[in-house]
């Protein structure tokens, strides 16, 4: 055992497993008693850290499921019984400490190392602890409270987790080290404390996370701010990294060969990291000046720009034809704002891509619009384009592909394929070939209805996908209209009545068009999970109707006809206008292309009140899966915290928060607890009370 440990271990310092051996496990921690030579951990007797070095030294066997963490310093070296060695230990050295049954080299740590749980971005967690049959004794652990939370503010981050360290972004963007068991502050960081150059904010100044990035010496944490700017920050103390860009920073709006001074141009979904490779997406205009939405790549240790991928092609390259006379000029976004995943192994990026700007009228943009819309997997090293998908031609509704894809891996016609499953705004689930992007169900090109708007030029065709079906709703007609009054049923009637409807993709009108689904989906920026041991996708759904209404310009404005605005398809008393369910959480089968289960997901306590059974809510904030046998999810409108039985969706516990927690949570382990941690941010698109804290929650110790 020993030998094989010192090989996986004595590849060199900066070998990713040499670096995760000794990071893991031995995370920074306070002081703590000796341990008994037997602990009982939520009611399993286990052996203690003294009584069991053999034994975790077989199970760093496993280290590359575990993620990163902390080097010992010589302090945790001498608590660990490592005494005398330096701080950067070499193989031969951890190997004498394992012979001495000294060095603590555990299974009670488990990281969640970036926002999609892994690099493929898979949100799935082979912890155990908690079950179904204990995950009504969930408690709330420790609560952290940011104190920047204002009117209408939200908080979009998933934590990540490395070696007990716990780092988030709060409601203003603030960076924010935590003691992972315990909400102990150690650090935070302001990015907009010395900004000298104010820039407008792109969606407002929201962020979903960071990325970290080690060699093994040095630890980063990676954020990208929604004001155009990129920064790199020491992991243990919270300070900038003066050999990046400039004292820390990289000012994302310089060299793009264009003035985007005054533009919202910025990050804010998390970046991505492949070896020394940092990776954005953009988020920018959806109409007015455009801005480019490629995403770009970044040397981790300097800040120096690696590659470009242009999303609106150039002259002379692939798809450049997609795009009538000169419009690429005059076009913007075509943008990964969803975030990005990365297949370590094989060296790749996948990205989806939003549409094209002006989002609603298309006139001036005739044709497909490559990238617009797009599945890409790209060469992380050089961001050269391997294959693409479009999943939507000439996006006239706003229907970005709003995530990142997930790597999955699936059994097809006996054999397992890994591939990439990209959930959209459409309420669709693409899945291709990991490698050629080949469909693995057939995709069937479509008739669709064209536009009535003089200058306009829908495309004729979209493409379906056989399988999975579609998981919610893609057209209203009368007998979709609400009937949970017969006042709300009349109003929806005249609605209705006034405005376009129609199959899938009829374009937006001057009188007004419904569209299902609406402009937050179907599926939204909070995406979908993945279990590998079922096959299992994990997704949550709106089903809220809006209406795409155009008015023609008088000649002042860059285009003919002007959008009017994000109005919803509602009732007289502000609930959608169509039959519920709102919002649902879906399991589809990737392997068969089946759906297994639906169920409404969140509800409005006064309808409960009326009688009227559960309708689900509009929801943003995303799914995780564990071994455990649970879903985790918050989302809704009514601010509940929610753990769903993975195999049918029974809901199984549920807790109220303090705000809504609209984003993605995260589980890990820390000194053998398996905790559940979720922001509280509320407000947002939904509207409710604004909050400031991060929750997590663990079983009674």
Request: hydrophobic share 35%; net charge positive.
């Amino acid at each position: 055992m020993r030998l094989l440990f010192h090989w996986q271990l004595g590849r060199g310092e900066n070998s990713p497993s040499f670096v995760r051996a000794v990071r893991l496990r031995t995370p920074k921690t306070r002081e703590s008693s000796p341990s008994p030579p037997w602990e009982e951990r939520a009611g399993e007797r286990r052996p203690s850290s003294r009584a069991s070095a053999q034994v975790r030294g077989e199970q760093a066997l496993n280290l590359k499921q575990r993620g990163g963490g902390f080097p010992l310093s010589p302090a945790e070296g001498k608590r660990a019984g490592v005494r005398g060695l330096p701080a950067q230990c070499r193989c031969c050295q951890i190997s004498m400490a394992l012979i001495c049954g000294a060095l603590t080299i555990s299974a009670a740590e488990r990281d969640w190392s970036t926002v999609g749980g892994d690099k493929g971005c898979s949100r799935y967690s082979t912890l155990t602890q908690i079950t179904r049959k204990n995950v009504h004794n969930l408690r709330v652990a420790w609560t952290y409270h940011s104190g920047d939370a204002g009117k209408a503010t939200t908080i979009e981050c998933t934590p990540i987790v490395i070696g007990g360290k716990m780092f988030v972004t709060t409601a203003t963007s603030r960076v924010v080290a935590l003691d992972a068991d315990s909400g102990c502050e150690r650090w935070n960081y302001d990015p907009y404390a010395q900004v000298t150059i104010t820039q407008p904010k792109a969606s407002g100044g929201v962020n979903r996370g960071v990325a970290f990035w080690t060699d093994g010496k040095q630890q980063r944490i990676l954020l990208g701010v929604a004001d155009g700017r990129l920064i790199s920050l020491d992991a243990k103390t919270g300070q900038s990294d003066p050999n990046f860009g400039k004292t820390g920073t990289v000012d994302l709006r310089e060299g793009m060969g264009m003035d985007l001074n005054g533009v919202n141009y910025g990050p804010t979904s998390a970046p991505a990291v492949y070896r020394d490779i940092v990776i954005l997406g953009f988020s920018c205009p959806e109409g007015g000046r455009p801005a480019p939405g490629d995403p770009r790549a970044f040397d981790v240790r300097t800040g120096r720009e690696l590659w470009r991928f242009h999303t609106i092609p150039r002259p002379g390259e692939l798809g450049h034809d997609t795009w009538e006379g000169d419009s690429w000029r005059h076009a913007g976004a075509a943008n990964n704002w969803g975030g990005t995943s990365v297949d370590e192994e094989r060296g790749l990026v996948f990205i989806g891509t939003g549409s094209a700007s002006p989002d609603f009228y298309g006139g001036g943009r005739k044709g497909d619009n490559l990238f617009a819309n797009c599945t890409i997997c790209l060469d992380a090293r050089t961001g050269k384009r391997l294959w693409h998908f479009q999943t939507l031609r000439h996006d006239l509704w706003d229907h970005d592909l709003p995530t990142y894809p997930n790597l999955v891996s699936v059994t097809r016609k006996g054999h397992k394929q890994d591939t990439v499953a990209q959930v959209t705004n459409t309420v669709f689930v693409f899945l291709f070939d990991r490698v050629t992007g080949r469909p693995s169900f057939s995709v069937e090109d479509r008739p669709v209805p064209a536009s009535d708007i003089p200058g306009e030029q829908a495309a004729p065709t979209q493409p379906f996908p056989v399988k999975p079906p579609p998981f919610s709703r893609q057209s209203v007609t009368e007998a979709d209209l609400t009937d949970i009054s017969p006042q709300a049923h009349e109003e929806a009637l005249r609605l209705f009545c006034l405005y376009r409807s129609g199959a899938a993709f009829t374009p937006p009108s001057t009188n007004g068009t419904i569209v299902i689904p609406g402009f937050h989906g179907g599926a939204t920026w909070s995406g979908a999970c993945f279990d590998p041991t079922t096959g299992l996708l994990y997704v949550n759904s709106n089903e809220q109707p809006n209406i795409t209404r155009l008015i023609q310009e008088d000649g002042s404005g860059r285009e003919p006809y002007r959008f009017t605005g994000y109005f919803r398809f509602l009732d007289k008393e502000g609930y959608p206008a169509i039959k519920p369910p709102w919002g649902q959480l879906i399991a589809i089968d990737l392997s068969r292309g089946d759906i297994v289960w639906k169920v409404r997901l969140g509800e409005f306590p006064e309808l409960t009140a009326r009688g009227i059974p559960q309708t689900g809510t509009e929801n943003f904030g995303g799914t995780i899966v564990t071994a455990g046998g649970l879903v985790f999810i918050g989302g809704t409108k009514d601010e509940m915290f929610h753990a769903f039985d993975k195999t049918n969706g029974k809901l199984l516990w549920q807790f109220k928060l303090d705000a809504g927690g609209y984003a993605t949570p995260g589980t890990y382990m820390v000194k053998g607890r398996q905790y559940v941690v979720i922001a509280a941010g509320g407000g947002g698109k939904l509207g409710t009370k604004s909050g400031d804290s991060f929750v997590a929650f663990a079983l009674p110790n």
